[in-house]
């Protein structure tokens, strides 16, 4: 695994799962990922990890999230962005989901949130057609 270019820490405090939670979310598979542009100079990413009630009992919950951990450790050094905030919720299947597909399900929602969040992304998609007219 290769060191990551800019720092990551844990996010762990109530009013930035909160402002995470205003932010733009992508819901796949067992996993909904949100992620907050911070829009300091700082480089560096911080994640969360939550999971309510209706995933199950406490053990249920700590082992969907000891999952998501492990997962976020291997992808948010490649695919996040330095200077967000991300949290990622556990929904119904993530304790039992099967190892591959819970990476993927945290990869694309990954690939997704850069794509929205980024401006040259943004533009090409808006960008009006260049048809001349009648």
Partial sequence: ???PTF????LKRRPDF???AKA???ARGAVVLQARDRADEQSLVRVGFTAT???GGAVVRNRAKRRM???ARRLVPLLGRPGHDYVL???GGAPTRPWERLLDDVKSALISLAADNDPRARASVRAPSADPGP
Avoid: H, N, T
């Fill in 53 to 55: 009630k209706k995933v």
């Fill in 69 to 71: 951990r492990e997962a």
């Fill in 18 to 20: 909160l402002l995470a």
């Fill in 24 to 26: 733009p979310s992508c």
């Fill in 1 to 3: 695994m290769a060191d």
């Fill in 89 to 91: 919720i556990a929904r």
């Fill in 7 to 10: 720092p990551i820490e844990r």
